[in-house]
């Protein structure tokens, strides 16, 4: 068995086209058909405003699975500690051997998450899109803008999070990297001239909604990943010309598809991203198509980045 740090993960493993396909093929497999994936072990704690949530996946031919254990505890920043925090366990396909510990304490679930944003983006935003809202001023707004270059060439961001300070620094990094960025006070004034719109808060209350978006907009929303959890107001699904999430099954239970599942099945037709892939299917037929893709983060996107970072690693050593 081995066993790997965070350090060691973070030389080997960034964000990069090689990871994008990588975590862009376990969808595919996920669409496909091939993957065996059980829902996801989620628990709170809610005195210390924590979650845990534990994900595994099989992709079938795979060398190897992963089980992943995610700490969420996001009142620390206030402790200066990061909010996100775990680990991988990586256990042989043929033997149910561990094979490695990834004690990346989060790091690879960052990375795979922010693919999975551009990974959507790419998919259903327009080829044109140059102009990025993001709504959040975390970790995951600035892996989301950084992987979202690696399809999409981004020219502006504008930025909106509840305290405007952190909005504020957060831009300022953004100039830093090359980038046009402003804060706005409000979430209006971010998205007003969007292409592409981003959500990456644990809000358990809507913060977008339809009135607030310009046509042939894209919204990724990546924020609601347990139940109670929501971003999107129900009339931005109802605005949607597609809705697409990465399993229906975890947007019903822990994603954007929760208040209306409440209310009856949802009124509209809603896709898998791996199907997306998979199939090849264009699911915008005008500019002025509004699309919104829910991520709620999947097993199969745990392993695909457990066997990457593995082979990374390897290569590393040799």
């Known amino acids: 068995m081995q066993l790997f740090y965070r350090d060691a993960i973070r030389q080997a493993v960034g964000l990069d086209h090689e990871a994008l396909a990588a975590v862009e093929a376990g969808f595919a497999a996920l669409g496909r058909g091939e993957v ?4 996801i072990l989620s628990m709170a704690i809610e005195e210390a405003n924590g979650e845990v949530d534990v994900k595994t996946a099989h992709i079938r031919g795979a060398p190897r699975f992963a089980i992943k254990v995610s700490p969420g505890f996001f009142d620390n920043p206030r402790l200066g500690l990061p909010s996100l925090n775990g680990l991988m366990l990586v256990f042989s396909a043929r033997t149910g051997l561990v094979e490695a510990v990834l004690f990346d304490e989060g790091y690879l679930t960052a990375v795979r998450t922010a693919l999975a944003g551009a990974i959507a ?4 935003s327009r080829p044109d899109s140059r102009r990025v809202a993001v709504l959040g001023a975390g970790e995951q707004a ?3 803008v950084q992987a979202l270059r690696l399809v999409r060439e981004v020219e502006r961001v504008d930025v909106w999070a509840r305290r405007h300070e952190a909005a504020q620094a957060y831009a300022r990094r953004l100039e830093d990297q090359g980038l046009k960025a402003r804060a706005h006070d409000s979430v209006a004034s971010a998205c007003t001239s969007a292409d592409i719109v981003i959500t990456t808060t644990p809000s358990r209350s809507p913060i977008l909604h339809s009135g607030e978006l310009p ?6 929303a990546m924020g609601s990943d347990s139940p109670g959890k929501r971003e999107l107001d129900e009339s931005v699904l109802h605005l949607a010309s597609a809705f697409v999430c990465d399993t229906r099954a975890q947007s019903e239970t822990n994603g ?3 208040a209306l599942v409440a209310k009856g099945e949802p009124p509209f037709s809603v896709y898998e991203l791996g199907r997306v892939i998979a199939e090849g299917w264009q699911l915008r037929s005008s500019p002025r198509d509004i699309t919104v893709c829910d991520l709620t983060g999947t097993g199969v996107q745990d392993t695909a ?3 990457f970072a593995l082979e990374r690693l390897a290569r590393v050593g040799d």
């Open 36 to 39: 065996v994936q059980p829902p």
């Open 121 to 124: 983006a790419k998919h259903l």
């Open 142 to 144: 600035e892996l989301q």
């Open 215 to 220: 046509e042939g907009v894209h919204i990724t």
């Open 256 to 258: 954007e598809l929760q």
């Open 305 to 307: 980045i457990a066997n």
